[in-house]
């Protein structure tokens, strides 16, 4: 890592640098979680129930191992989240019909439109926050933030994009 301080560039960051980055991340997280917790609260949900609710609009028909292994949560926790999202009319299990044994997701109409509701606050938020910090802070802040990630993550991270549009 490197940071210019003084017209000199370093290529360490000291421990309160670090600290105060941790800091910017956990505060940036809130504000950026704040106004899909708000709806979602309208609805008893949480943000286990958001992050189905996105990997489910992005990769539509996913199967629920493949979400499983995207969010990194235990099968008891995402059945519990699903039969309320499948419950309340938001997602759609199929059967799959190569292997009956796998169950593909979707969203239904309604869920398709919490989903939107949700994601346009966040894109709003990162728009403005993208346009104040401009272009070459905004690609650094994605190499930052690739860069956290374990490699399984950011390979799987590289499969997301490259099969959207």
């Known amino acids: 890592m490197s940071e210019t301080q003084g017209g000199e560039t370093l290529l360490f960051l000291t421990d309160e640098q670090l600290r105060q980055g941790i800091e910017a991340m956990f505060f940036a997280y809130r504000g950026f979680t704040a106004d899909p917790d708000r709806i979602l609260a309208t609805m008893a949900y949480g943000r286990a129930h958001h992050r189905a ?37 938001l997602v759609e299990s199929r059967i799959g019909t190569s292997d009956k044994r796998e169950r593909h997701l979707y969203l239904t109409e309604s869920g398709a439109a919490l989903e939107r509701e949700l994601s346009d606050a966040q894109r709003a938020r990162m728009r403005a926050a993208f346009r104040a910090a401009g272009p070459q802070a905004v690609a650094g802040f994605r190499q930052v933030l690739e860069a956290m990630m374990d490699p399984d993550m950011r390979r799987r991270y590289h499969a997301l994009r490259e099969t959207r549009p």
């Open 53 to 89: 609710v996105h990997f489910i609009a992005r990769s539509p028909g996913t199967t629920v191992n493949n979400l499983l292994s995207i969010l990194g949560v235990t099968k008891q926790s995402l059945n519990r989240v699903l039969r309320t999202l499948v419950a309340d009319g």
